[in-house]
């Protein structure tokens, strides 16, 4: 689903030039949800922006379902971001103008709108309707549909944000550091809501974070130093929950990695 290649990455701001990831590789198969987890300024944000393709690597490949994405123009890079990629970021983002039905919505009407797509290709209201109402009754958000953001929690607020990212059916979930401007509870509800459903949908999602606790919930973790992998975790099958260790034996074993 995944495969990013020797990533190589320096922000030219000093001399000598600081390189933020130095030959990054890591394969990430259909339906696996992989954390990195570093300390702050490890590189963290860089790699995922860098996988998104948001953020074009020195030197090294990305390729999602077998595209190589910085091969392609920008143009077509920005579609087929829209098309294969959801996002979710610390702050959520939500637009303030909108409903939180409105928010979901959003990147099935922007697919809709995009003048690539074929009219007979785009997908009707009703059934985009369809598609939130069911996101949020999956994420708990039942009865917030048109709420605007300023009028609920932070917690209800990222999860509208995973459910938008969710609402094109991406084929890869790019999720950084989601929990980092929740309390410890609502965040510990985010992310166990948002690890069940990728399980249950077989979502392939890559996190970033720093914290162990959020690292647990992940099939796989890699640990990131400096701008490179320096360890990886398995965490269990996730197809066989009696082989997994239970959450807290996971995060305390991660704890303990020095970062
Ligand atoms: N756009 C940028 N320009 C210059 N330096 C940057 C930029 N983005 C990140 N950095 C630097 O790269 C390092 C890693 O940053 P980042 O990827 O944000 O780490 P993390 O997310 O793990 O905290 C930091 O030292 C940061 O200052
Ligand atoms: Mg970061």
């Known amino acids: 689903m995944l495969v990013a290649e020797s990533l190589r990455k320096s922000f030219h701001v000093s001399r000598p030039a600081r390189q933020v990831l130095r030959g990054i590789s890591l394969t990430v198969g259909h339906g696996e949800f992989v954390a990195v987890m570093g300390a702050s300024g490890s590189g963290k944000s860089t790699l995922l922006h860098v996988l998104g393709g948001l953020e074009r690597p020195d030197s090294g490949s990305v390729r999602i ?18 098309d294969h990629i959801g ?15 409105e928010n979901v919505a959003l990147p099935l009407r922007l697919r809709n709108e995009s003048w690539l797509r074929p009219r ?10 369809e598609r939130v109402t069911t996101l ?10 048109g709420h605007g953001p300023d009028e609920i929690s932070g917690g209800e607020q990222q999860r509208i944000a995973i459910a938008r990212a969710l609402a094109a059916a991406p084929s890869l979930l790019l999720a ?13 509800e985010v992310l166990s809501m948002l690890a069940r459903l990728c399980r249950a949908q077989a979502q392939t ?3 970033v974070t720093h914290d162990a606790q959020v690292a647990a ?7 990131i130093r400096d701008g490179e992998i320096i360890d990886e975790i398995e965490m269990g099958r996730r197809d066989d929950p009696g082989k997994r260790p239970d959450h807290a034996r996971l995060a305390a074993r991660l704890a303990k990695l020095e970062l």
Request: aromatic share 10%.
């Open 176 to 188: 950084d550091e989601p929990t980092g401007n929740l309390d410890w509870n609502s965040g510990q």
């Open 87 to 101: 996002f979710v970021f610390q702050f959520f983002n939500l637009l303030p103008a909108l409903t939180a039905a």
């Open 65 to 82: 379902q077998g595209v190589d994405i910085y091969s392609l123009a920008d143009g077509a890079r920005s579609a087929f971001r829209r």
């Open 217 to 223: 919930y992940a099939d796989r973790v890699l640990v």
């Open 205 to 207: 999602a890559v996190l």
């Open 136 to 145: 949020m009754d999956q994420l708990n958000l039942r009865g917030l549909q």
């Open 120 to 129: 007979s290709r785009r997908v009707a209201q009703s059934v985009i309707m």
